[in-house]
């Protein structure tokens, strides 16, 4: 599903900035796998998200996607085959426009020819359903403009979108991380019935290390641009946070120095 091999990244190369991101990074996930990412500031996690996603092209090494180079695929593949959720609740929508108008363009993304943005009886009745599902009412709120929406409540219709055109891989970036505990405990569900039902390929970034033992089905932790721990869901299900934090410790040398960890 998801192959990474050999990759690398390197920001201002020979100058005082230099900075190594990822360095050799490898690896495989399989469909339906659901995997946690934890690590230190600047482990380069957000970069490999870029990488995955094609916004952002590694120096060395390849990603591919079902047998595909993301690099090589066309943007509205791209956008069709990769679900994003970003950690800041502006970013995945449109807040001049409506609910059901930010649901039309991502029922349209990814689509070759024809786009329509237009929104049929049929397309509104799917999009009610599809809200209804989310459980918070937003299907009674179609018409209301989405800047006016609770964080919370963009970060569930962004999920929504981001799984429309059913990704064979989806990204979540810190995406419960600025949202209030029982907001960000909401999205946290909704995303897991999501990733359940759909049973999609996930990859997910977080700081709290609680949701990263409790969800999924494997736990990666990196460290300066590498990939220090991988851990299998057998070993996650009696992990508790501490022995975690000791594993970081005794691989990398140091105490996790992450300035947004939430231990649980
Ligand atoms: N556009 C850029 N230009 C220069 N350096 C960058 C750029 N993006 C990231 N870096 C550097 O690359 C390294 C990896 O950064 P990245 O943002 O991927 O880490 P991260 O694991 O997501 O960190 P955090 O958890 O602190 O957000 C860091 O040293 C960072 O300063």
Excluded: C
């Amino acid at each position: 599903m998801l192959h990474i091999s050999k990759v690398s990244k390197m920001f201002n190369p020979g100058t005082p900035d230099e900075k190594i991101a990822l360095m050799n990074i490898n690896l495989h996930l399989n469909p339906g796998d659901f995997v946690t990412v934890i690590g230190s500031n600047g482990a380069g996690k957000s970069t490999l998200m870029n990488i995955i996603s094609g916004v952002m092209a590694p120096d060395h090494g390849e990603v591919h996607i079902s047998g595909t180079a993301v690099q090589s695929l066309p943007e509205y593949r791209r956008s069709r085959w990769i679900g994003r959720v970003f950690q800041d609740p502006m970013a995945g929508t449109a807040p001049r426009m409506t609910i059901e108008e930010n649901l039309a363009i991502a029922y349209a993304r990814g689509k070759q020819r024809g786009l329509s943005f237009g929104v049929t009886k049929r397309k509104r009745a799917f999009f009610y359903e599809q809200l209804q599902r989310l459980g918070i009412g937003l299907e009674n709120r179609l018409h209301a403009k989405v800047g006016l929406l609770s964080g919370g409540e963009r970060q569930a219709l962004s999920l929504l979108m981001a799984t429309f055109t059913e990704p064979q891989i989806l990204l979540l970036d810190e995406h419960t991380a600025a949202l209030d505990p029982s907001r960000a405990e909401l999205i946290t569900t909704l995303t897991e019935n999501i990733v359940k039902d759909m049973k999609l390929t996930t990859l997910m970034v977080t700081h709290n290390m609680d949701q990263a033992i409790r969800l999924g089905n494997r736990l990666i932790m990196m460290d300066k641009g590498r990939i220090i721990l991988d851990i299998n869901e057998e070993r996650k299900k009696t992990l508790t946070v501490s022995q975690l934090l000791g594993e970081f410790e005794q691989i990398s040398g140091n105490a996790l120095s992450d300035d947004r960890v939430v231990l649980g």
